[in-house]
């Protein structure tokens, strides 16, 4: 007979980059307990949702078969649902570093010049301002488990949403196993990523010019220009323009505002030069 316990972990082996997922996304779940709660919450409301759809194929006279594949669908999407949330928290996490990890390497930079040990550099970095402070506070907590420096640093360059971060954690750890400077390396690299910062936001100035083009005509121009028409022509064919008409356009209005809000948002960079 099979269990429960065996058909959790022959989903799970259909994914074998969660794991790693849920670590770069600092999710404290195995990947089996990860499928397991989301199993159950997708079965809870894929249930609700085909009572419900049964009451509609009920009053629209439909064929009950309908709630089968219905249910099937409704589980599919909240299962899928899930891994984007996992998708979406690295993404956060990524931008959250790639917002403050030239102030983070500059600061170890400044640090180590200063004379200080790479270990106090990275130490007195974690204490500083800044999101990404916490990520290297992270490095010391595993540092402090026992683990050699070298080993933290490449298992956070492996588990680390941002590849701008894992660049700079490379070029440390590179330069401990060579038994080199740290500060040339790491003094490269961050001219790098900000050249690389530099660049991104030059596109993010030419696609603004192009959407403020398309925001210009659909929430300003083509609205204003329309309910002129509308207003010129009602008027000639007798066609009373009352307040359902006018909630319209402000609806279209604000539909478009909140599209192009969310469109500016999303494309703007991470940066922090």
Aim: hydrophobic content about 50%; overall charge positive; cysteine-free.
């Amino acid at each position: 007979m099979i269990e429960i316990a065996d058909i959790i972990h022959r989903i799970t082996s259909n994914f074998p980059s969660l794991k790693k997922d849920l670590l770069i996304a600092h999710l404290k779940q195995t990947p089996q307990e990860f499928i397991s709660r989301n199993l159950k919450f997708s079965a809870i409301y894929s249930f609700l949702l085909s009572v419900s759809f049964f009451f509609i194929l009920d009053k629209a006279k439909q064929p009950k078969l309908l709630l089968l594949p219905a249910f099937v669908i409704f589980f599919i999407l909240f299962f899928g649902f899930a891994f984007l949330k996992v998708k979406g928290q690295i993404k956060k996490r990524a931008s959250e570093i790639d917002r403050e990890v030239l102030f983070a390497g500059r600061y170890l930079l400044i640090k180590l010049h200063a004379g200080r040990p790479l270990l106090n550099a990275l130490l007195d970095t974690s204490k500083s301002y800044g999101v990404a402070s916490k990520y290297i506070k992270e490095i010391l907590d595993d540092i402090d488990t026992g683990n050699p420096i070298e080993k933290a640093l490449e298992k956070a360059m492996v588990y680390s949403p941002s590849e701008k971060f894992s660049k700079i954690l490379f070029q440390v750890n590179n330069a401990l196993k060579l038994g080199i400077d740290v500060t040339q390396p790491l003094e490269s690299v961050i001219k790098e990523i900000t050249i690389e910062q530099e660049i991104e936001v030059k596109r993010y100035g030419k696609k603004l010019n192009t959407i403020v083009i398309f925001y210009m005509l659909l929430a300003i121009v083509v609205p204003s220009i329309g309910m002129t028409m509308f207003i010129v022509v009602s008027s000639f064919i007798n066609f009373p323009v009352g307040f359902k008409e006018f909630f319209v356009v402000i609806l279209f209005i604000a539909i478009i505002q909140l599209v192009f809000i969310s469109t500016f948002r999303a494309i703007r960079p991470q940066v922090n030069l």
